[in-house]
């Protein structure tokens, strides 16, 4: 079966960097566009970054970009979150997610086929 596990997370000071990694199995890795959303506690999940399944086109929410890259391994089966300058209101639960040959709407989680369990990332001030 399909399974994406997250890692990396913990708490930082605001100001420092985190590298979140995600390990999926069960699927072609390579035939998936893959996401970032996260969840902070009382509030709506929300999209954080994606990158295609040919690696070709990312996207980024606005809140994040300039401070975080998601990158993919196709031969690990990867995907990675780098981000720096953390900010307090990035502390959230964060989960990576796959969409199978996802090219529109990457910011969209009902396009998401398959869900990690999250990994935890706070950020003190």
């Known amino acids: 079966q399909v399974q994406l596990v997250e890692s990396g997370g913990g708490l930082v000071q605001a100001g420092g960097s985190l590298r979140l990694s995600c390990a999926a199995s069960?699927?072609?890795?390579?035939?998936?566009?893959m996401g970032w959303f996260r969840q902070a506690p009382g509030k709506e999940r929300e999209f954080v970054a994606a990158i295609t399944w040919s690696g070709d086109i990312t996207d980024y929410a606005d809140s994040v970009k300039g401070r975080f890259t998601i990158s993919k391994d196709n031969a690990q089966n990867k995907v990675y979150l780098q981000m720096n300058s953390l900010k307090p209101e990035d502390t959230s639960v964060y989960y990576c997610?796959?969409?199978?040959?996802?090219?529109?709407?990457?910011?969209?989680?009902?396009?998401?086929?398959?869900w990690g369990q999250g990994t935890q990332v706070t950020v003190s001030s």
């Open positions: 997610a796959a969409n199978y040959r996802g090219t529109f709407y990457l910011s969209v989680s009902i396009n998401y086929d398959y």
């Open positions: 069960g699927l072609t890795f390579s035939t998936y566009t």
